[in-house]
């Protein structure tokens, strides 16, 4: 399952006022600050569930759907915020970052 909240819906809908509408993904992205879920425009796949909000359609990959659910994006500040199921905080990522040591030098 997914959802979208009205705050996210509403700057969603800014957004594509001035740029083409185009599908959003929803992944697992890691990176410094260790994995996080994020959004991206992109094309839909056969291996995708497809949900739509507000004429916007949005794209999760099935299998990992199945992990995170229930994952609700959220505007919040300045910001999108997506949340779900999945334990993220697990400290991953890279302890220098920006240093010669760390893996995002």
Do not use: W
């Amino acid at each position: 399952m997914l959802t979208v909240t009205e705050q996210a819906q509403e700057q969603i809908a800014n957004y594509f006022k001035e740029n083409e509408i185009k599908p959003i993904r929803v992944f697992l992205s890691s990176g410094c600050g260790g994995r996080q879920i994020a959004l991206a425009l992109d094309a839909a796949k056969p291996e995708d569930a497809v949900f739509e909000f507000a004429g916007i359609q949005y794209l999760v990959e099935k299998s990992f759907l199945a992990q995170a659910q229930p994952i609700e994006i959220d505007f919040v500040g300045h910001g999108f915020k997506v949340s779900s199921s999945l334990q993220l905080g697990d400290g991953g990522g890279c302890s220098g970052c920006g240093s010669s040591e760390g893996c995002c030098s």
